[in-house]
């Protein structure tokens, strides 16, 4: 069966990812600290001279190793991906063996039966199908509590499968000004949000990314 062992090695790239976000978060804190360099601009003074109130070569160092892992969380981003393709498509290839059996039974001598069939074990549920990159200052995510980092699990009635983008906005759509539950894994936990899909002075109705 390729669900479970393809899942396991889902989990095992979010947790990599986490551990990049964390290294990530680090570097940007210290590089945007007050007084600092910034993750980008100039390291020279307003005389053209490098600034000697910061050790430029350390800067540097910690700019590469910000870009690198950049890099790789982009890299395992795009595998888990993959990954959460093929677990989805597992999914539906055993949903749609579960309706076959079902209605291979439905005959005369099944009604009145007491006996159901066991559910299978579900290994797609509560797997995260995007992750929030970006949230706009002053957006409905922004002020509703949503993180970068954030991995949506279920926008309202969506959860993934097919037409993914398709879904959510017809979602957010019909739910404008209008409260949608939210399901998201934050920090390798689950919490439940509310978020009102509403127009604002920047795009869309939510104005995050991901």
């Known amino acids: 069966m390729v669900a479970p062992d393809v899942k396991a090695e889902t989990m095992k790239l979010m947790d990599q990812r986490g551990a990049l976000e964390a290294e990530m978060d680090a570097i940007i804190a210290r590089l945007t600290a007050a007084g600092?360099?910034?993750?980008?601009?100039?390291?020279?003074?307003?005389?053209?001279?490098?600034?000697?109130?910061?050790d430029i070569p350390n800067v540097l160092a910690q700019r590469r190793r910000l870009a690198?892992?950049?890099n790789d969380h982009k890299d395992i981003t795009n595998k888990i991906?993959?990954?959460?393709?093929?677990?989805h498509s597992a999914k539906l290839s055993?949903?749609?063996q579960s309706t076959s059996r079902r209605s291979d039974?439905?005959?005369?001598?099944?009604?009145?039966?007491?006996?159901?069939?066991?559910?299978?074990?579900?290994?797609?549920?509560?797997?995260?199908?995007?992750?929030?990159?970006?949230?706009?200052?002053?957006?409905?995510a922004s002020v509703d509590g949503l993180q970068l980092g954030d991995e949506i699990v279920k926008?309202?009635?969506?959860?993934?499968?097919?037409?993914l983008q398709e879904r959510l906005m017809s979602e957010a759509l019909s739910n404008e000004d209008s409260q949608v539950s939210l399901v998201i894994i934050r920090q390798g936990s689950a919490v439940n949000l509310t978020i009102?899909?509403?127009k604002w002075h920047g795009r869309g109705l939510l104005g995050s990314s991901s």
């Open 94 to 96: 055993r949903n749609e």
């Open 68 to 70: 690198e892992l950049r």
């Open 155 to 163: 926008f309202g009635n969506v959860e993934a499968g097919d037409q």
């Open 36 to 54: 600092g360099p910034g993750i980008t601009g100039g390291l020279v003074d307003a005389e053209g001279f490098p600034r000697s109130d910061i």
């Open 105 to 140: 039974t439905t005959d005369p001598s099944h009604f009145g039966s007491s006996q159901s069939e066991p559910m299978e074990e579900d290994h797609v549920t509560g797997l995260p199908f995007a992750m929030i990159d970006e949230i706009a200052d002053g957006s409905p």
């Open 81 to 87: 991906g993959k990954n959460l393709e093929v677990l």
């Open 196 to 198: 009102t899909p509403r």
